[in-house]
């Protein structure tokens, strides 16, 4: 296994439209996590699975935003009329259960919004 | 993460080491992490601690626990341009600090 992906790398996007981004795990790793990442800042933790259970989300996924895994393996975060706002890095990151403290990440989704 | 806060950039020459720092409010996290981002990457983690230790050290990272005024510390010692990224600090479910740039001048 090759680490986390995720596709596309880059999108750009026109205001109102909706987008898809896509996570493919470590294939082991029953944990998944969204994160989003703007420019000058940490990370801030979105969503995270355990295998197809979506088990907590942030108060900064709002109701545009929806994550699934539906095999427990591979998750897509779709962003809907997306808004200037949501220009940021998506990043995915897995892990084994029980072992949160040790998330891979992958290179990360950015999201343009014009 | 603003319970969690980091100086924004850092400038060292080429073999000299590097102390990056960290400040907390929350001090319930089990563990405390150090992640490198270079440029177009994804995160990678570095090193972490367990929150009952004072000290990790792991080749030329050296981890400081500061329990008592809530800071964790990463020194890199003989620093290179290959450590030139963004670290971030982060506690517990990852939760980042904002990051500090390492800039390293040959």
């Known amino acids: 296994d090759t680490g986390v992906s995720q596709d596309p790398r880059h999108k750009i996007t026109k205001r109102g439209q909706n987008v898809t981004f896509r996570c493919d795990p470590i294939?082991?790793?029953?944990?998944l996590y969204w994160y989003r990442q703007t420019l000058g800042q940490g990370p801030e933790f979105l969503t995270y699975?355990?295998?197809?259970?979506?088990?907590?989300k942030s108060r900064l996924l709002s109701d545009r935003f929806s994550a699934e895994r539906p095999k427990g393996s591979f998750s897509t975060l779709e962003i809907q009329r997306t808004e200037q706002g949501d220009s940021a890095m998506y990043l995915c990151?897995?892990?084994?259960?029980?072992?949160?403290?040790?998330?891979?990440f992958g290179p990360g989704t950015r999201l343009t919004v014009t | 993460g603003e319970d969690v806060e980091q100086s924004l950039f850092l400038s060292v020459r080429e073999g000299d080491s590097s102390v990056i720092n960290c400040t907390y409010t929350?001090?319930?996290?089990?563990?405390l992490y150090w992640y490198k981002q270079e440029p177009g990457a994804g995160l990678q983690l570095l090193t972490y601690?367990?929150?009952?230790?004072d000290m990790k050290q792991d080749q030329r990272l050296t981890v400081l626990l500061n329990k008592k005024d809530k800071h964790l510390s990463l020194r890199i010692a003989d620093t290179q341009t290959g450590d030139s990224a963004i670290y971030f600090c982060?506690?517990?479910?990852?939760?980042f600090g904002q990051g500090t740039t390492l800039q390293v001048k040959p």
């Open positions: 929350d001090s319930s996290s089990t563990y």
């Open positions: 294939s082991e790793h029953n944990r």
């Open positions: 982060a506690r517990g479910k990852l939760i």
């Open positions: 601690i367990f929150s009952n230790m």
């Open positions: 990151a897995s892990s084994l259960d029980g072992r949160e403290d040790e998330q891979y």
């Open positions: 699975f355990q295998n197809e259970a979506q088990l907590e």
